[in-house]
């Protein structure tokens, strides 16, 4: 799907199209609603205002949860960086979080105890922003920290502080950098823009600039950019004007004003000739890619210009995919997309080339595509279905109020970069009245002038990082370059759990919490379908959307030992068509509707799920029972599908984590148990090469069943009138006659052999560690307790693993432990991406870590407030989506559990001790009985590793 620069998850639309006006209203099952009138209906109400210190505020309204999204956003980024001072937008965004004069402590503290969600921070070229969601009881405390680190945070910002994050920083850098294509970043601004242009180098900076920040240069930066002149605070949600006017006047408005802040000239580059430069990489297949600088996203031209990426390499049904993928199968993947920043932007075409094709075949091939589109521009059919798939993302998104991609999103964004917080109209009127014509001519201006071809080439790197101051890894890219975060993504983080000035606000304490609204989940609804497949429903109607997933009780596990990756290839192959449609057909059929159709699984659940504007609905869900009910499974797609798994499995082949987690799971569970198999799904390339078209019929026939099927549905509907719709679909659906499949989870897991298994992948800035164990428990026993221990352990941001080696030692940029989520025998594995030099000291801590917190270090009192707290708290702000309330569902179902389980937690948590957190954590887990793997350079590891007590066994992805 593709996804514009900032509007993904950032609209709401307004009660005229929630309670489906007379147009949407009428509109035929089989006729997907009008485009203008989706576009017409999109709204963000708001009221804004100033402060007399120049702070500007808006206050948006949305009163279906009781919660607040707090958006602070200042307009200062990696462009504002002077030479010599790259990473300091980024380094200074860390020590943003490491406590203000007031709240001397770690800025999540505060907020984790009220249950605080969606908490981050990230940079990029233009901006840094910090954000959460609270409950509504809660805003004081929000708005006090954000006020004190913005007008009483130098007083607290010390040289240890600063040394710490330089390694928090540094470490992020390494990772990112560690991964396959991790050094695109630098690739791209380098090239793009000139030596001495704001976007040259990339935000995260080079380890000699970071190095250098000394305590009066971050100083000098806060006191230059983070006057309350130069920001811009958003609230939504739970909250009014009038109340949001008392607040922030309250918190913000002694904090005085900071010196005009000087925007740098940033011109839109285009190189003097065409460029070109070839890399070596661990990366499963060639990639070559062709780039230009683009305007910024206050021009007129760059909506127009996206709409052209999307239909060059952004659709399902794209002309590359067309072309390259499906008719002429010789690249597994295209894409094409342009993303705009503030000034100037970047627009990438890429294609992976199939293993045995000729490189500079595909090139030609690419570059012919090309110019074939900038010839004769896109069809009318084409803009309907990118605006129509563009719509249907946005809107998927409505119900969320802050986070990456909420509401508050898009009016600071707006406010920021074009000073006008509802600019996202003027987008979305730009999108509806773009013309064939107009996308043709925007398209051939910026992609008729000199590109810069970069090709990627397996091999081993010849150059690191470390110096170059700035990933993107496969499939359709919605944005080629993120902004870098405070918190680790790849740990799965997106915040908790789930010169001084006078003050006149009280700054001496917290403000106390005012009373917190309990959990209210939606009421759960069953029925039974005409072939008796059971529906699970809940309704919430805050925006024309529904949300439905089709459950089979398969999963991974499902998967015959002997030919490991079927089911991947399977629903792989069931996306290029039915025996109505065709792959094009199919791709087609869901654009225009601006549904959303795909199937998942996991360990225990084949999943295929749909999202659907409502009155598209109906149509939506026809398309959703061909889907399932009848694949073509056409041999010749299969031979395009096998090549692009083979392509995605020497992918995780070369990724660090992926490696650490195919050895580590067979050899706790062993290779005979259902899950004995490397996590992704993706299997071995030998089961395949030799899958045939009657192997998957076969699978598809033995598990894809009715009456292996559960459906569940949230959205605007209601269970009457999706029963029908449903009937008249899934309900038609016979089982056979032969019994249901099992998966046989009797089999022994093997007794824990402690060791280090090292596997080498030499020149790893960083290595990965994980260490785990299987537990004696299932994911249907009550495991509050035990999962409350792993997140006081290692289990969040604040844990004592994570406070050590990111916060203390700085050797990380995020560390983890977590227990598995399947059905059968749980796991519990930490994970530690640290820096190559402290592999083995990294080890030492893990353990000194865990034994104290299972011998005389257990939980603290403050742990367990925090804890209780932090997890009663945060309940409201879990639920706030319907695809949240989904998820929710689908775990009752899957665990047995009540249908108000997660109303009786608060009484849970409440009634936890810390006596009774120790006893299960000591009951469940061991120091001395884990597996260790370790993927990092051997040269500079093994003399760290032989020193600790274990075997060590160096091994291989054969061994």
Same mark, same amino acid.
Do not use: C
């Given at each position: 799907?593709?996804?514009?620069?900032?509007?993904?998850?950032?609209?709401?639309?307004?009660?005229?199209?929630?309670?489906?006006?007379?147009? *949407?209203?009428?509109?035929?099952?089989?006729?997907?609603?009008?485009?203008?009138?989706?576009?017409?209906?999109?709204?963000?109400?708001?009221?804004?205002?100033?402060?007399?210190?120049?702070?500007?505020?808006?206050?948006?309204?949305?009163?279906?949860?009781?919660?607040?999204?707090?958006?602070?956003?200042?307009?200062?980024?990696?462009?504002?960086?002077?030479?010599?001072?790259?990473?300091?937008?980024?380094?200074?965004?860390?020590?943003?979080?490491?406590?203000?004069?007031?709240?001397?402590?770690?800025?999540?503290?505060?907020? =984790?105890?009220?249950?605080?969600?969606?908490?981050?921070?990230?940079?990029?070229?233009?901006?840094?922003?910090?954000?959460?969601?609270?409950?509504?009881?809660?805003?004081?405390?929000?708005?006090?920290?954000?006020?004190?680190?913005?007008?009483?945070?130098?007083?607290?910002?010390?040289?240890?502080?600063?040394?710490?994050?330089? #390694?928090?920083?540094?470490?992020?850098?390494?990772?990112?950098?560690?991964?396959?294509?991790?050094?695109? /970043?630098?690739?791209?601004?380098?090239?793009?823009?000139?030596?001495?242009?704001?976007?040259?180098?990339?935000?995260?900076?080079?380890?000699?600039?970071?190095?250098?920040?000394?305590?009066?240069?971050?100083?000098?930066?806060?006191?230059?950019?983070?006057?309350?002149?130069?920001?811009? !605070?958003?609230?939504?949600?739970?909250?009014?004007?009038?109340?949001?006017?008392?607040?922030?006047?309250?918190?913000?408005?002694?904090?005085?004003?900071?010196?005009?802040? =000087?925007?740098?000239?940033?011109?839109? +580059?285009?190189?003097?000739?065409?460029?070109?430069?070839?890399?070596?990489?661990?990366?499963?297949?060639?990639?070559?890619?062709?780039?230009?600088?683009?305007?910024?996203?206050?021009?007129?031209?760059?909506?127009?210009?996206?709409?052209?990426?999307?239909?060059?390499?952004?659709?399902?049904?794209?002309?590359?995919?067309?072309?390259?993928?499906?008719?002429?199968?010789?690249?597994?993947?295209?894409?094409?997309?342009?993303?705009?920043?503030?000034?100037?932007?970047?627009?990438?075409?890429?294609?992976?080339?199939?293993?045995?094709?000729?490189?500079?075949?595909?090139?030609?091939?690419?570059?012919?595509?090309?110019?074939?589109?900038?010839?004769?521009?896109?069809?009318?059919?084409?803009?309907?279905?990118?605006?129509?798939?563009?719509?249907?993302?946005?809107?998927? #998104? !409505?119900?969320?109020?802050?986070?990456?991609?909420?509401?508050?999103?898009? !009016?600071?964004?707006?406010? *920021?970069?074009?000073?006008?917080?509802?600019?996202?109209?003027?987008?979305?009127?730009?999108?509806?009245?773009?013309?064939?014509?107009?996308?043709?001519?925007?398209?051939?201006?910026?992609?008729?002038?000199?590109?810069?071809?970069?090709?990627?080439?397996?091999?081993?790197?010849?150059?690191?990082?470390?110096?170059? #101051?700035?990933?993107?890894?496969?499939?359709?890219?919605?944005?080629?370059?993120?902004?870098?975060?405070?918190?680790?993504?790849?740990?799965?983080?997106?915040?908790?759990?789930?010169?001084?000035?006078?003050?006149?606000?009280? /700054?001496?304490?917290?403000?106390?919490?005012?009373?917190l609204k309990a959990l209210d989940f939606p009421a759960i609804e069953r029925t039974k379908l005409k072939n008796g497949v059971e529906v699970v429903f809940a309704r919430r109607t805050t925006v024309p959307t529904v949300n439905v997933a089709v459950s089979f009780d398969a999963g991974y596990a499902a998967d015959p030992h002997s030919a490991l990756g079927t089911q991947s290839l399977m629903l792989s192959l069931m996306d290029e068509g039915t025996t109505s449609l065709d792959s094009i057909a199919f791709a087609e059929a869901k654009e225009r509707l601006g549904a959303q159709i795909d199937a998942t699984a996991n360990a225990d659940e084949t999943v295929f799920s749909l999202f659907a504007l409502k009155p598209n609905l109906g149509a939506s869900l026809s398309l959703l029972a061909d889907y399932i009910r009848n694949p073509a499974f056409d041999g010749k797609e299969?031979?395009?599908?096998?090549?692009?798994?083979?392509?995605?499995?020497?992918?995780?082949?070369?990724?660090?984590?992926?490696?650490?987690?195919?050895?580590?799971?067979?050899? *706790?569970?062993?290779?005979?148990?259902?899950?004995?198999?490397?996590?992704?799904?993706?299997?071995?390339?030998?089961?395949?090469?030799?899958?045939?078209?009657?192997?998957?019929?076969?699978?598809?026939?033995?598990?894809?069943?009715?009456?292996?099927?559960?459906?569940?549905?949230?959205?605007?509907?209601?269970?009457?009138?999706?029963?029908?719709?449903?009937?008249?679909?899934?309900?038609?659906?016979?089982? +056979?006659?032969?019994?249901?499949?099992?998966?046989?989870?009797?089999?022994?897991?093997?007794?824990?052999?402690?060791?280090?298994?090292?596997?080498?992948?030499?020149?790893?800035?960083?290595?990965?560690?994980?260490?785990?164990?299987?537990?004696?428990?299932?994911?249907?026993?009550?495991?509050?307790?035990?999962?409350?221990?792993?997140?006081?352990?290692?289990?969040?941001?604040?844990?004592?693993?994570?406070?050590?080696?990111?916060?203390?030692? #700085?050797?990380?940029?995020?560390?983890?432990? /977590?227990?598995?989520?399947?059905?059968?025998?749980?796991?519990?594995?930490?994970?530690?991406?640290? =820096?190559?030099? /402290?592999?083995?000291?990294?080890?030492?801590?893990?353990?000194?870590?865990?034994?104290?917190?299972?011998?005389?270090?257990?939980?603290?009192?403050?742990?367990?407030?925090?804890?209780?707290?932090?997890?009663?708290?945060?309940?409201?702000?879990?639920?706030?989506?319907?695809?949240?309330?989904?998820?929710?569902?689908?775990?009752?179902?899957?665990?047995?559990?009540?249908?108000?389980?997660?109303?009786?937690?608060?009484?849970?948590?409440?009634?936890?001790?810390?006596?009774?957190?120790?006893?299960?954590?000591?009951?469940?887990?061991?120091?001395?009985?884990?597996?260790?793997?370790?993927?990092?350079?051997?040269?500079?590891?093994?003399?760290?590793?032989?020193?600790?007590?274990?075997?060590?066994?160096?091994?291989?992805?054969?061994?």
């Amino acid at each position: 799907m593709p996804r514009f620069h900032r509007f993904a998850l950032a609209l709401a639309v307004s009660t005229s199209l929630v309670a489906a006006g007379p147009a *949407l209203a009428k509109a035929k099952a089989a006729d997907p609603a009008p485009i203008a009138n989706l576009v017409k209906a999109v709204d963000i109400p708001y009221e804004a205002f100033t402060l007399d210190n120049g702070l500007r505020v808006i206050v948006h309204e949305d009163r279906k949860a009781p919660v607040v999204a707090v958006s602070v956003w200042y307009r200062v980024g990696s462009k504002h960086e002077p030479k010599g001072k790259t990473g300091f937008a980024h380094l200074f965004e860390h020590l943003m979080f490491n406590g203000s004069e007031n709240s001397p402590g770690d800025f999540f503290e505060p907020l =984790q105890q009220v249950g605080a969600t969606d908490s981050n921070g990230t940079t990029n070229v233009d901006r840094t922003n910090y954000f959460e969601t609270v409950p509504t009881g809660a805003l004081d405390r929000a708005l006090f920290l954000e006020s004190d680190r913005m007008g009483h945070l130098l007083g607290a910002v010390t040289q240890e502080k600063l040394d710490n994050q330089r #390694g928090v920083v540094q470490n992020e850098k390494r990772q990112g950098d560690n991964n396959p294509y991790g050094l695109l /970043r630098y690739e791209i601004f380098e090239n793009l823009f000139p030596t001495g242009h704001p976007y040259h180098h990339s935000t995260i900076g080079s380890m000699g600039d970071l190095n250098s920040a000394s305590l009066g240069d971050v100083k000098k930066w806060f006191t230059d950019n983070y006057g309350p002149n130069n920001a811009v !605070l958003v609230l939504a949600g739970d909250v009014n004007v009038a109340t949001a006017k008392a607040k922030v006047q309250e918190w913000f408005g002694d904090i005085p004003r900071g010196p005009a802040v =000087q925007m740098p000239a940033v011109p839109v +580059p285009t190189l003097p000739a065409p460029l070109a430069k070839e890399v070596k990489d661990l990366v499963p297949t060639t990639r070559i890619y062709r780039m230009w600088a683009i305007p910024g996203l206050n021009d007129p031209e760059a909506v127009p210009l996206q709409m052209a990426m999307s239909v060059l390499g952004g659709l399902s049904s794209s002309r590359l995919d067309n072309a390259l993928v499906r008719k002429d199968p010789v690249a597994v993947s295209v894409s094409a997309v342009a993303q705009p920043f503030e000034d100037a932007g970047i627009l990438l075409v890429q294609a992976d080339v199939k293993p045995g094709v000729e490189v500079k075949l595909v090139g030609e091939r690419l570059d012919a595509e090309i110019a074939s589109f900038l010839a004769s521009g896109p069809t009318a059919d084409e803009l309907q279905r990118t605006a129509a798939s563009y719509l249907a993302g946005t809107i998927s #998104g !409505l119900e969320s109020v802050g986070g990456f991609g909420g509401k508050a999103v898009t !009016l600071a964004e707006g406010a *920021l970069y074009s000073n006008n917080p509802a600019y996202y109209k003027v987008e979305l009127d730009r999108m509806a009245k773009a013309t064939p014509e107009q996308v043709k001519a925007v398209a051939s201006k910026w992609l008729s002038r000199p590109a810069f071809s970069l090709t990627y080439t397996p091999g081993e790197r010849t150059e690191g990082g470390e110096n170059r #101051g700035g990933a993107v890894t496969g499939g359709k890219v919605a944005a080629p370059v993120q902004p870098d975060r405070y918190w680790n993504e790849a740990l799965g983080d997106a915040g908790p759990d789930t010169g001084g000035t006078s003050s006149f606000a009280d /700054r001496s304490q917290l403000p106390a919490v005012a009373d917190l609204k309990a959990l209210d989940f939606p009421a759960i609804e069953r029925t039974k379908l005409k072939n008796g497949v059971e529906v699970v429903f809940a309704r919430r109607t805050t925006v024309p959307t529904v949300n439905v997933a089709v459950s089979f009780d398969a999963g991974y596990a499902a998967d015959p030992h002997s030919a490991l990756g079927t089911q991947s290839l399977m629903l792989s192959l069931m996306d290029e068509g039915t025996t109505s449609l065709d792959s094009i057909a199919f791709a087609e059929a869901k654009e225009r509707l601006g549904a959303q159709i795909d199937a998942t699984a996991n360990a225990d659940e084949t999943v295929f799920s749909l999202f659907a504007l409502k009155p598209n609905l109906g149509a939506s869900l026809s398309l959703l029972a061909d889907y399932i009910r009848n694949p073509a499974f056409d041999g010749k797609e299969l031979e395009r599908v096998r090549a692009q798994q083979l392509n995605r499995l020497k992918a995780e082949l070369n990724n660090p984590s992926a490696i650490a987690s195919r050895i580590l799971t067979p050899v *706790l569970y062993g290779a005979d148990h259902p899950y004995g198999i490397p996590p992704s799904g993706l299997g071995n390339a030998a089961s395949v090469k030799a899958a045939t078209r009657e192997q998957l019929s076969a699978f598809h026939a033995t598990w894809i069943r009715p009456d292996n099927a559960r459906v569940f549905v949230v959205g605007d509907t209601t269970l009457a009138e999706v029963k029908k719709q449903l009937d008249a679909t899934l309900g038609q659906w016979k089982a +056979p006659a032969t019994a249901k499949p099992v998966k046989h989870f009797d089999i022994a897991i093997p007794a824990p052999k402690p060791r280090i298994l090292l596997f080498d992948r030499p020149k790893s800035p960083q290595s990965v560690i994980l260490a785990g164990k299987v537990l004696d428990a299932k994911g249907g026993d009550e495991l509050e307790v035990l999962r409350s221990a792993n997140d006081i352990f290692g289990g969040n941001f604040l844990s004592r693993f994570n406070t050590n080696l990111r916060e203390t030692k #700085g050797w990380s940029y995020g560390v983890r432990s /977590r227990i598995s989520g399947d059905q059968d025998r749980l796991s519990w594995v930490a994970a530690a991406p640290v =820096q190559a030099d /402290r592999t083995g000291d990294s080890i030492k801590e893990l353990q000194s870590d865990l034994k104290s917190f299972l011998g005389d270090k257990g939980v603290t009192k403050e742990e367990l407030e925090r804890t209780i707290n932090g997890s009663v708290r945060e309940l409201p702000g879990s639920f706030e989506t319907s695809g949240d309330v989904l998820g929710g569902l689908r775990q009752i179902v899957k665990f047995g559990r009540p249908d108000n389980y997660y109303e009786t937690l608060p009484a849970t948590y409440e009634a936890m001790t810390a006596a009774e957190i120790d006893a299960a954590a000591r009951k469940a887990l061991s120091a001395d009985g884990l597996v260790y793997v370790v993927v990092g350079d051997a040269a500079v590891v093994k003399p760290q590793l032989d020193g600790l007590g274990l075997p060590v066994e160096t091994v291989s992805l054969d061994n």
